[in-house]
Each structure stands twice: as C-alpha cells, then as structure tokens.
C-alpha cells in the first residue's frame, strides 16, 4: 500500500479560492513530482447549494482532473474530520487548502470554526499548505447579485405563497385558542407547529422567515398589549428568545432531514437504475444486445445519447459502431467524433468534451476496459453541456458494468468458437477416415480394370474388354458424384457468403438435375409434377441442384428397377415446397431420425452395387439450412418415402417478379 | 493435308492433353497443343487455328484475360474448359467472347458435340449473311423470319414480340449457351442487363408455349448459373 511516490491532498470546493487552490496543487505537485489528488468534501448537512455553486464546484472538478489529479468526493459532516479521514487511509501527509477570510455562509453553518483552524487543531503530523484568498471581496459582490434571481424558481413562490397561508391559518387557530381561554403555551406551540410544517414545504430560508414572523405575530396578537409590538410582562424576553431558538433549531433541523431524504432518493433511484442495468446486461446475450441495453439504460441515468464502439469482427484495427437514442446519437457520427474514439480506444484514455484530450468534439468517450483489455468504447453526447461529476461517475459504472458483460460475451464467443473448431476437426477427421477407406474401393475398381486392359491387351475378348471399360467409367462417375458433394460441403461450411441466392425457376432446377441423372435412372420411372404457373424460390441453385441430385440419386439407388420417383413441387405464402417421393421399401421408422447424420448409412442395402459414404442426406441439411429451410422425411402412403424441402420466400420481391414479366 | 481443321489445345495438365488429343485426332482434326497462356496468344498469332480449346486455370495468366486478348483480333471459335464450382469464371469467359464451355471432368462425345455446333456457327458467320437466311429449322421447331412466325410441328405458336426476338436469338445460335448477359442485352437492351429474374421468368413462360413438357425440354434448355440454349439437332 505504500507507493513509492508521494501523494498531495488538494482539498477543492464550490468557493472561488478553490480554482487558486487547484493550480497551487497542481504546480506543487509537478514540483515534487508527486500524484494528487483533489478531494471534494460533500457536506451531510449542507444547505442546499446554488445552481451556481454547484457549477463551479464541477468546474473545478474537471480542472483538477485535466491536471492530472485523481478526483475523489467524499461525503461527511464536517469537511476537516473527512479530510483528516482520508488523509490517514491513504497515507498522505501534504494538504493544500484555500482560506476564506470570512464568508457569506459561514455564520449559518453549523459548525462555524474554520475548516482551516480546525485542521491544524486537529493534525501534528500533517502538512498544510494554505492558500489565502485575494479575489474574495469582488467575488462576494458577484453573489450577492446573482443569488436573488437563481433563487427565485416557481418552486419558491410557490411554496412561499403555501406558507404564507399556514402563517396565517396558525394565526387564525390561534386567535381561536386565544378567545376559547386557551393557555398561552399551546398558541406556542400551534406557532411552532407551523414553522416546522413551512420548513417541511420550503425548506430552510422559509422556515427562517416563518421562525422570526411567528415570534412577532405572537408578540403583536397576543401578548399583552394586545396588537402592538410592546410588551409588559418582562416574562416575555424569556420567552421570545426562546421561542425563536426553537423555531429556528427546529426548522433548521426539518430542512436538512429532508434535504438528506431527496438526496437518499435521488442516490437509491441511481442505486437502483445501475442495479436493474447490471440485471439485464447479465440476462442479455449477444454483443449488440448487451450495447443497447447498456446506452438505453444510460439514457435512463443520464438523459443522454450515446455510441459504443466495438472492435469490427475480421478486423484488430476498424471499431464498428452501435448508436442509441434517435436522432441526437447520429450527432456524433462526425469524423472528428470518430477519430476521437479510435484514438481512446488505442490511448486507454478518456477524450472528448469534459476531458483534457480532443477537447473540440461533442462526446465524451470513454475506454471500456475489462482485465486490462479494451474492448470497445462508449461515448455520450455531450453537445448541450458537458456532464457533471455525479453524471460521469455514472457513466463510469454503467461502463464497467458494460466492459464486464461484453468480456463474459467475448468468453462465451471464444468457447463457441472452439467448440466449433473441434467439431469441425472432429468432422475433417472422420471425413477423411471415411474418405480413404471409401476411396480405395473405385480406385482399386479402376486400377484393377486398367491394368488388366493393359496387360493382357490381347488375351480378353471385346465383351469382356468391354465390361472393364464401362467398369472404369462408372467408378469415375461415382468418383465425380462425390467430389461434388465435398464441393458443396466446402461451400456451405465457409457460412454465408459462399451460398449465394437468386430467384430461380424451380423447374429449370428440377429439369437439369432430371437431365443430369437420366443416364442413371433409365430403368426408373421419373415423372414431374409442377403448378402451371412458374415457380420462383429464392436459392443457391448450384446447392439446390446437389440436394435434389443427391435425394433422387438415393432414390435411384435404393429402389428397384422399374420404380416410380415423383419429383413435386409447390409453394403457399411464406414457403416453395420441392418433394421427392419414392415406391421403393422405405425408410426402417429407427433410420428416419438419423438418415440426415453424418456418416449415417442404412446398411441392408448390400445388393445395391453401390456404397455410401454417409454423407449425401447431411449434406442435403447443412445445404438446406444454409437457405434458413427445412429437410424432412416421411413415409410415402403406398409405402416407399417421401423427402421435402422447403425453402422460404421473401416474399414481395417474388410478387413482383410475377407481375413484371406478365406482358 | 491443308483441309484438316486445326485446333490449338491451350491446358496445362498432361492426361488431359493426352486424351484431348487421342480423340480430337481420330474425327480428323489436327492438333497443335501449348500448356501456357502466353503460349497461346503467341501460337494463335503464328498459326491462327481454326478453333482454340482453352482451360481456365492456366498457371501463368487468367484464361480470362488471354480469351479478352485474342478477341481482339480473333474471330474464330473458343471453347473453354473448367471445373465444377467455377460458374462466375465461366460465365465471365463466355461473356468475354468465348463460344462455348465444358465442365470436366467431361465425356468425349460432349467434346465432339461442342466442336461441331461451334465449327457450324463459324462457317454460317462467314459464309452466309444472316440477312438471307429465311427460315431456321430445329427438330420439328419452324422459326420463319420473313413472316415473323414460329411453328412447331406445323402448329403456329403465338409468341409476344419480345418473346420472339428471344426465340430467334436463341434459334441463330442454336446448340450454344447464351448467357443472361447476353441475352437480356440483346433483347431487351444494355440498360437490362442485371434482370436476370425477369429473363427467367420470360424464359418459363416460352417454356409453355414451345414444349409439350415444360418439365421435361425438349428445345429450351436450362445452363444453371450460367444461361439458356437452344438444342441443335
């Protein structure tokens, strides 16, 4: 805990001295080449501070950080016991503060020793350097001029009227006490009854006020002489002065309760809203989904528009960028904005408006950075006014939250890749096992056949010359079928961009595929039914032409001669339908689940000359599912099977096709 | 033998020569065979064969560029050869001029097919002009272009005048593939070019009028990815 360098203390408020301060701190530590940091006591009972103060307290508090200091606030009761406080837990020993030679405030406050006097009372073993201030009288001027109108919010006269008609609804009831014989001591107490009431509604300066005109009303209604500000009974100096103090202390202390209270609210909504943020990022999933949440919760906190930045997919160097809140979040598509979150995420630094770097641009952006990785940047729309220190230290935990969910997502990406990965070794490997055992049976086929021809050129006769070539031939046929399907399985495996879809004609598809394999199925019966209209389906019909080539190639292969193959096809609103029925045995009802796996063959089939790898119906899926369709299987009603594919449709750009071509 | 037709065989791979050359040189054709593009353009220019038979993937150059090359100068026909998932290539070669494609692996009897649809088009580009060709005959398909009409079987089909401008083209060059370029830029103009699904759509509706079967053509043949042909029989 003990760092090497050594840390200064610079002790920043809402007071003009403090800007004085700031630099002082600054230069001193640059001097002692030591960290600083600026430390903003927020005072427990503090009355409510003005617009005006609290502007200038940010403002210093982003001087001290563009300075280099680490801004800490801290809340307390008394400024020199959290100063003393924090001092001691980080074992910091200099301490710059400014000092005010008097102050508007300080009679009200509570405390009304110096901060300063109070500090050297309080420590021997610190270092306090004092920085005096010289600006104060002309700064004094300055506020007692614009107080008055800052002040005067709606709110005000509005509760100022409020608590005018308790005054006066006190002096009534009063009045009343008084006529019906009541002693003095509950008019009194009906006063101060009011005062605390006006206190609740106004607030401090109000209950002030009602304190002291409580105190003259009852002089004036009902001491004697009634209706005059004398007084006879020398009992009344004792009562009055006390009177005051109560109504004073007790309003004094109603304020601060629910100064405190709206504080509390405001902190425990915030609470909550980061809460309730943390929630959903953990429950969504998916990067783009946890980006959105995250900028929509913090437009919640803190009515801005925001862009994250995430590092592009294929791409260590470009960021793509996902915007939220309409039409402002398009503010910072500048490209001054997005120079400024490529050079934060390459400088781990903040940038943009409210920081020292790229002060220019609208946003302000911050790092997101989870275990020392940056994984993208956010950025909030800082064009109307920069944001204030509760609204950043907001920012800052809605990007933690968010650096934390998109790291889970980078570690949920990276193992489904792996998983991918090994499935996919898993499959090369089983692939090529099966593919050299599958291999070696055509090859032998050919070698044997060619050798044969060569070597006993002249001892064989024509027929059986014959049979060997056609032998050959076949093999190669068989050869060819499957290095189209490894082909095809390239393809869809290198993912989307490889399947390419166009509108085709189903039945020019069809056609050619009939075509390819009539030399294959003569001895079957192929028949085609088709709607009378065209038939239009969105498809890679490279791919689609390998799936029907393979499922009636099955269907060649597994039935007898002489069977009937109907290739239909049909289409409803969302969907073109192609099925391949067959009369053959059918599918074992066991079989039907697993005909569409990998290396999955059934195997009574041995009287049918050819073997299968196992491949051709996965193919088929992985084909089909590329074109986000369905593959299935059924039995045919006479028995036999009936394979469908259905392909989804676009369905608007199909409709007008249609129409176009209609003369 | 100076009436012997020649044919340059451009393919880097030595079985396919070998076989290419075995059946080319018993129909009676003479061969001359190089196994690199620059080879090509350089024969081409020394020999000017009658057709050339050009593999796309050559190791030195684009089959592509050395097509777009020759045609600057040589009209003769060109067949390409090559592989199965090369569609875009194909379809850029054929675009660039090339006559004809073959996918291999690719039996004999297509090769010779191929070969003698591209000499009979050569021979009426030159020989005849196409202004005095009244009639154009397919099987049993009449296309008479003095009176505009299509017959088959000596039934009048009615056709709309765009879809017989696409039969007539298709007709002309009867027995090779035309691509959807080429197509939709001959009939409907440059400016249509990318509608392919329009021209698929027309091609359907032809279907319907010229076959018995659309299903199952008989004339009107479908090149997947590539365009529509015409049989020649």
Same mark, same amino acid.
């Given at each position: 805990?003990?760092?090497?360098? /050594?840390?200064?203390?610079?002790?920043?408020?809402?007071?003009?001295?403090?800007?004085?301060?700031?630099?002082?701190?600054?230069?001193?530590?640059?001097?002692?080449?030591?960290?600083?940091?600026?430390?903003?006591?927020?005072?427990?009972?503090?009355?409510?501070?003005?617009?005006? /103060?609290?502007?200038?307290?940010?403002?210093?508090?982003?001087?001290?950080?563009?300075?280099?200091?680490?801004?800490?606030?801290?809340?307390?009761?008394?400024?020199?016991?959290?100063?003393?406080?924090?001092?001691?837990?980080?074992?910091?020993?200099?301490?710059?503060?400014?000092?005010?030679?008097?102050?508007?405030?300080?009679?009200?406050?509570?405390?009304?020793?110096?901060?300063?006097?109070?500090?050297?009372?309080?420590?021997?073993?610190?270092?306090?350097?004092?920085?005096?201030?010289?600006?104060?009288?002309?700064?004094?001027?300055?506020?007692?001029?614009?107080?008055?109108?800052?002040?005067?919010?709606?709110?005000?006269?509005?509760?100022?009227?409020?608590?005018?008609?308790?005054?006066?609804?006190?002096?009534?009831?009063?009045?009343?006490?008084?006529?019906?014989?009541?002693?003095?001591?509950?008019?009194?107490?009906?006063?101060?009854?009011?005062?605390?009431?006006?206190?609740?509604?106004?607030?401090?300066?109000?209950?002030?006020?009602?304190?002291?005109?409580?105190?003259?009303?009852?002089?004036?209604?009902?001491?004697?002489?009634?209706?005059?500000?004398?007084?006879?009974?020398?009992?009344?100096?004792?009562?009055?002065?006390?009177?005051?103090?109560?109504?004073?202390?007790?309003?004094?202390?109603?304020?601060?309760?629910?100064?405190?209270?709206?504080?509390?609210?405001?902190?425990?909504?915030?609470?909550?809203?980061?809460?309730?943020?943390?929630?959903?990022?953990?429950?969504?999933?998916?990067?783009?989904?946890?980006?959105?949440?995250?900028?929509?919760?913090?437009?919640?906190?803190?009515?801005?528009?925001?862009?994250?930045?995430?590092?592009?997919?294929?791409?260590?160097?470009?960021?793509?960028?996902?915007?939220?809140?309409?039409?402002?979040?398009?503010?910072?598509?500048?490209?001054?904005?997005?120079?400024?979150?490529?050079?934060?995420?390459?400088?781990?630094?903040?940038?943009?408006?409210?920081?020292?770097?790229?002060?220019?641009?609208?946003?302000?952006?911050?790092?997101?950075?989870?275990?020392?990785?940056?994984?993208?940047?956010?950025?909030?729309?800082?064009?109307?006014?920069?944001?204030?220190?509760?609204?950043?230290?907001?920012?800052?935990?809605?990007?933690?939250?968010?650096?934390?969910?998109?790291?889970?997502?980078?570690?949920?990406?990276?193992?489904?890749?792996?998983?991918?990965?090994?499935?996919?070794?898993?499959?090369?490997?089983?692939?090529?096992?099966?593919?050299?055992?599958?291999?070696?049976?055509?090859?032998?086929?050919?070698?044997?056949?060619?050798?044969?021809?060569?070597?006993?050129?002249?001892?064989?006769?024509?027929?059986?010359?014959?049979?060997?070539?056609?032998?050959?031939?076949? /093999?190669?046929?068989?050869?060819?079928?499957?290095?189209?399907?490894?082909?095809?399985?390239?393809?869809?495996?290198?993912?989307?961009?490889?399947?390419?879809?166009?509108?085709?004609?189903?039945?020019?598809?069809?056609?050619?595929?009939?075509?390819?394999?009539?030399?294959?199925?003569?001895?079957?019966?192929?028949?085609?039914?088709?709607?009378?209209?065209?038939?239009?389906?969105?498809?890679?019909?490279?791919?689609?032409?390998?799936?029907?080539?393979?499922?009636?190639?099955?269907?060649?292969?597994?039935?007898?001669?002489?069977?009937?193959?109907?290739?239909?096809?049909?289409?409803?609103?969302?969907?073109?339908?192609?099925?391949?029925?067959?009369?053959?045995?059918?599918?074992?009802?066991?079989?039907?689940?697993?005909?569409? /796996?990998?290396?999955?063959?059934?195997?009574?089939?041995?009287?049918?000359?050819?073997?299968?790898?196992?491949?051709?119906?996965?193919?088929?899926?992985?084909?089909?599912?590329?074109?986000?369709?369905?593959?299935?299987?059924?039995?045919?009603?006479?028995?036999?099977?009936?394979?469908?594919?259905?392909?989804?449709?676009?369905?608007?750009?199909?409709?007008?096709?249609?129409?176009?071509?209609?003369? | 033998?100076?009436?012997?037709?020649?044919?340059?065989?451009?393919?880097?791979?030595?079985?396919?020569?070998?076989?290419?050359?075995?059946?080319?040189?018993?129909?009676?054709?003479?061969?001359?065979?190089?196994?690199?593009?620059?080879?090509?353009?350089?024969?081409?220019?020394?020999?000017?064969?009658?057709?050339?038979?050009?593999?796309?993937?050559?190791?030195?150059?684009?089959?592509?560029?050395?097509?777009?090359?020759?045609?600057?100068?040589?009209?003769?026909?060109?067949?390409?050869?090559?592989?199965?998932?090369?569609?875009?290539?194909?379809?850029? *070669?054929?675009? *660039?001029?090339?006559?004809?494609?073959?996918?291999?692996?690719?039996?004999?009897?297509?090769?010779?097919?191929?070969?003698?649809?591209?000499?009979?088009?050569?021979?009426?580009?030159?020989?005849?002009? =196409?202004?005095?060709?009244?009639?154009?005959?397919?099987?049993?398909?009449?296309? =008479?272009?003095?009176?505009?009409?299509?017959?088959?079987?000596?039934?009048?089909?009615?056709?709309?005048?765009?879809?017989?401008?696409?039969?007539?083209?298709? *007709?002309?060059?009867?027995?090779?593939?035309?691509?959807?370029?080429?197509?939709?830029?001959?009939?409907?103009?440059?400016?249509?070019?990318?509608?392919?699904?329009?021209?698929?759509?027309?091609?359907? =509706?032809?279907?319907?009028?010229?076959?018995?079967?659309? *299903?199952?053509?008989?004339?009107?043949?479908?090149?997947?990815?590539?365009?529509?042909?015409?049989?020649?029989?």
């Amino acid at each position: 805990m003990i760092s090497g360098k /050594e840390r200064l203390l610079v002790c920043v408020g809402s007071a003009p001295t403090s800007e004085r301060v700031i630099m002082t701190g600054a230069s001193m530590a640059k001097a002692l080449s030591a960290d600083w940091v600026a430390l903003h006591v927020e005072q427990t009972g503090n009355p409510q501070t003005t617009m005006m /103060e609290d502007g200038r307290l940010r403002q210093h508090l982003l001087l001290a950080e563009d300075l280099g200091a680490d801004v800490e606030v801290v809340k307390g009761k008394t400024i020199a016991e959290e100063i003393i406080r924090y001092a001691q837990e980080k074992n910091i020993n200099r301490i710059v503060i400014g000092r005010r030679q008097y102050g508007r405030e300080s009679f009200l406050r509570v405390s009304p020793e110096d901060t300063v006097d109070r500090l050297l009372a309080c420590t021997l073993f610190l270092d306090i350097y004092v920085v005096p201030d010289d600006r104060e009288n002309f700064e004094n001027i300055e506020q007692r001029v614009t107080k008055p109108i800052s002040q005067l919010r709606p709110a005000t006269i509005r509760s100022s009227l409020l608590g005018l008609l308790i005054m006066a609804a006190v002096n009534i009831l009063g009045l009343v006490f008084y006529a019906t014989g009541f002693s003095e001591a509950n008019i009194i107490m009906i006063f101060i009854l009011g005062v605390l009431l006006i206190s609740v509604i106004g607030g401090r300066w109000l209950g002030l006020a009602a304190s002291a005109i409580s105190v003259l009303a009852f002089n004036f209604l009902f001491t004697d002489p009634r209706f005059t500000l004398d007084v006879n009974d020398r009992q009344y100096l004792i009562t009055f002065p006390v009177m005051l103090v109560v109504a004073l202390v007790s309003s004094e202390l109603t304020a601060r309760v629910k100064h405190e209270a709206s504080q509390s609210a405001i902190r425990e909504q915030r609470t909550a809203i980061l809460y309730q943020a943390s929630q959903r990022l953990l429950r969504a999933t998916g990067q783009s989904s946890v980006v959105t949440t995250a900028l929509e919760h913090l437009r919640g906190l803190v009515h801005r528009s925001a862009v994250c930045y995430l590092p592009a997919v294929h791409s260590d160097k470009d960021l793509h960028r996902i915007g939220f809140g309409g039409d402002e979040a398009e503010l910072l598509i500048d490209p001054s904005e997005v120079d400024t979150a490529h050079w934060v995420f390459k400088n781990l630094q903040p940038a943009g408006r409210g920081t020292n770097n790229s002060t220019h641009v609208a946003g302000y952006y911050i790092p997101l950075i989870s275990q020392e990785k940056v994984l993208g940047v956010l950025g909030v729309n800082c064009e109307s006014e920069p944001l204030d220190r509760e609204q950043r230290s907001l920012v800052e935990s809605v990007a933690a939250q968010l650096a934390l969910a998109l790291d889970r997502e980078r570690l949920t990406r990276e193992q489904e890749t792996m998983r991918v990965e090994m499935e996919r070794e898993k499959l090369q490997s089983n692939l090529l096992r099966s593919m050299s055992h599958d291999l070696r049976t055509p090859l032998t086929a050919i070698s044997g056949a060619g050798s044969t021809l060569l070597e006993s050129e002249t001892k064989i006769g024509s027929k059986t010359r014959k049979e060997l070539l056609k032998g050959i031939l076949n /093999e190669t046929d068989w050869l060819t079928r499957l290095v189209e399907n490894l082909l095809s399985l390239t393809r869809v495996e290198g993912g989307s961009l490889s399947v390419q879809r166009e509108w085709e004609v189903v039945e020019e598809v069809i056609a050619s595929v009939v075509g390819r394999l009539r030399n294959r199925s003569s001895e079957h019966k192929i028949r085609i039914d088709l709607p009378q209209e065209p038939l239009l389906a969105f498809m890679d019909a490279s791919l689609i032409q390998q799936v029907l080539t393979n499922i009636i190639d099955n269907a060649v292969t597994y039935t007898v001669k002489g069977s009937q193959i109907v290739v239909r096809a049909s289409n409803d609103d969302k969907a073109v339908f192609i099925e391949v029925e067959d009369n053959g045995p059918g599918i074992p009802k066991e079989a039907k689940n697993r005909v569409f /796996e990998r290396f999955f063959t059934v195997g009574a089939h041995r009287e049918v000359d050819r073997r299968g790898m196992g491949l051709g119906l996965a193919i088929c899926k992985s084909i089909v599912e590329a074109h986000n369709g369905k593959i299935s299987v059924r039995d045919a009603p006479g028995g036999g099977s009936i394979f469908r594919i259905l392909l989804p449709s676009p369905e608007t750009q199909l409709r007008n096709s249609v129409a176009l071509a209609v003369e | 033998m100076k009436n012997k037709l020649l044919i340059l065989v451009v393919e880097d791979d030595p079985p396919i020569r070998k076989f290419l050359r075995a059946s080319l040189q018993t129909q009676g054709y003479r061969i001359l065979e190089v196994d690199k593009g620059r080879d090509a353009l350089s024969q081409t220019a020394s020999h000017v064969p009658d057709m050339i038979i050009l593999d796309l993937g050559l190791p030195d150059m684009d089959g592509l560029n050395v097509i777009q090359d020759l045609r600057q100068w040589y009209s003769a026909p060109i067949i390409v050869v090559s592989a199965r998932g090369q569609e875009r290539a194909k379809v850029e *070669a054929l675009d *660039a001029g090339a006559d004809d494609y073959l996918t291999k692996p690719f039996g004999v009897g297509e090769l010779l097919a191929r070969i003698r649809v591209a000499f009979r088009h050569s021979v009426t580009a030159h020989n005849s002009d =196409n202004s005095q060709v009244s009639e154009l005959n397919i099987g049993s398909m009449r296309v =008479n272009l003095s009176n505009r009409e299509v017959t088959i079987d000596g039934k009048k089909v009615h056709l709309t005048p765009t879809e017989y401008r696409l039969v007539v083209l298709l *007709a002309k060059n009867a027995g090779k593939v035309l691509t959807h370029k080429i197509l939709l830029r001959d009939v409907w103009g440059p400016g249509s070019i990318t509608e392919t699904q329009y021209l698929r759509v027309f091609m359907a =509706n032809l279907r319907r009028k010229l076959e018995v079967d659309p *299903a199952q053509p008989r004339y009107l043949m479908t090149e997947i990815g590539v365009g529509y042909r015409l049989v020649d029989e």
